[in-house]
């Protein structure tokens, strides 16, 4: 017996310990698996299967097996809590980089700066002794009131994926694992943990699944969140279909899949569908499903030992590639490589929405003073409501980027202008009034806007009117922004919109009656100065929105077809496929601002777009060619998006989708020559009956655009 317990602690040590690292590294992981599942008792198994507190689960201590621990991002990673509640753990040691929101990435349409994003999520957390981050996630826009819009990313399945796969490879290469979120059909807050998510296969297949799918294969991910809501009847925590079927029997899924926190609902039905960690809030953890009543479950032969081990050897799996991983990087946290990162990702998030009177970039020669006005020049967005934020080392705002980049030759004032009076856990009661102009702020802004060469209006939302857990009632600018605009744009003629928020808002007025109107976001620990550089012009904005922002709710097809929130806790997705663009564009509905729209302080044109073929076969490529000229005087970067509408097809499709693009600095007066593959499978759509891809032969047309709906040029194939 005393043997036994000699051998194992030098056989973890051999498995886990730094000692051997050389012969770890020589041993297949999957040996090592074996290995320890072999000498686990069922007990042991079972309790790496569920929460221990907060934010980590079980391992096993005699075997040297470390528990698993996580933390949220996507913004960045969050300060250490209490281990076993949610209050602050008061250290001093993790503050860290605010990183742009999940949609300013977005807007960046740049998958290089995901990475990055990743990289700066990797490294703080191993800074901070994290083994998964709570991130990506990239639930769909599907319904533009969504209170999570800030966190995800795209109303488009292509975009959503790109980024999705670079932001997980960017967080893993520094052996952390991203824990991509949530699967599946998460797109409203309102009853997000009752409501009955009801969507054809189509849909599933074509809009919401490509970007997890994307990042399982692409970016193999080696952890996935499941979502509150139910699918198709079943929480998604239990759902055979999401989780065995599709993702880990279809994708090949090697990793974990944890609950979403306290979103489990039956011990049985989520063990034997798919659910390998159950996550929660509180304790008691030996009560949770996952524990005791899952080792009743095994023993009176509800669940198989099979089942259990299989789970038990996908934790491992992640393990060995991120706690117990060989050459594990220390990791760092809020450097200045981190800020230049934030930066990089906030300068091109920027979306440059009207420019009419060519008042930006401000000429610095010309200005002697400026009005900066409003609540979101001074407020920080790293924290506020109910969900998930970072302890931001550092967040410049508006107002001291402005100060910063401007302030040598002009002089900056601040005027207030409006009350951000609104909070996430008030009652609406509580919060009654919110939309209201404050006449006090008003004429205080206006009286300074009428002495300065420019006034700077940063108005918009912030984390407490957008935040996790609520939904927005309606698309206006919250705290009487509008009153304000009116009276600040009357007093100064210079007048800039800038607006910070994370979601679609209804700007018909302001796009009617200004003329120069900026789109920022919550944009990370650098957000400030990334602003006043494209108000300076040092950064040349080339952000493009990631999703399409509407007239009126009306035209937005959970509203049309009135299926939000849902009645009778069932939203049933009537649009299908026509999510975003998708629908608008098919239903020949004008937005107010399309998906994929922005400007720059240049202009591009497109000329010589061809295929390098006329007729292609399922298996093949094209490969699209066009050239790209910057007919301006500066610098910039230009979005080429390539849009493919299947011209009469036989079956509902889109109008158009987006099926590649890319982001390209041209010097002035030069021609960037543009390269880029479609494979001709991704033209597939998805027969629900046959329930297969299925790839239409036939003409197709294919778009180079500067927006979905600027096309510049257009060329035609055949499938055969
Ligand atoms: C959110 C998740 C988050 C978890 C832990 C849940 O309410 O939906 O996105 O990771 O809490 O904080």
Known sequence: MRIKYIIIPIAALFLFGNVSAQRVNQTPIQHKIDYMVKRMTLEEKINMLHGNALFSSGGVKRLGIPELTCDDGPLGVREEIKRFDWNSANWTTDSATFLPNGSAIAATWNPALANKYGVVIGEEANARKKDIMLAPAFNICRMPLCGRTYEYYSEDPFLNSQLAIQSVKGIQSQHVAACIK?????????????????VDERALREIYFPAFKAAVQQGNAYTVMSAYNKVNGYWCSENDFLLNKVLKNEWGFKGAVMSDWSGVHHTVAAANNGLDIEMGSSGPYDKWYFAKPLLEAVKSGQVSVKTIDDKVRRILWLIYHTSMSSNHPKGSIATPAHAKAAYDIASESIVLLKNDAHLLPLKVNNIKSIAVIGDNAVRTFALGGYGAGVKAQHEITALEGIKSKFGKTASVTFAQGYKAKYLANNTDAQNSGYDQPDQTLIDQAVALAKTTDVAILCIGSNREYESEGHDRKNLELPFGEQALVNAVTAANPNTIIVIMAGAPYDLNEIKKSNHTIVWSWFNGSEAGNALADVLKGVVNPSGRLPFTFPV????????????????????????????????????????LYCFGYGLSYTNFTYTDLTTNKKTYKPDDKITVSLKVKNTGSVAGKEVVQLYISKLNSLVLRPEKELKAFKKIMILPAKTAAISVNIDIKDLAYFDSKLSKWTIEPGQYQLMAASSSKDIRQTATFNIK
């Open 182 to 198: 949530h699967f599946a059909a998460n797109n409203q807050e309102l009853n997000r943990d009752s409501v009955n998510t009801i």
């Open 552 to 591: 009126s709710l009306n035209d937005s097809p959970a509203s049309a077809l009135n299926t939000y929130p849902g009645k009778d806790l069932t939203a049933e997705y009537k649009e299908g496929i026509l999510v975003g663009y998708r629908w608008y564009d098919t239903k020949k509905i004008d937005p």
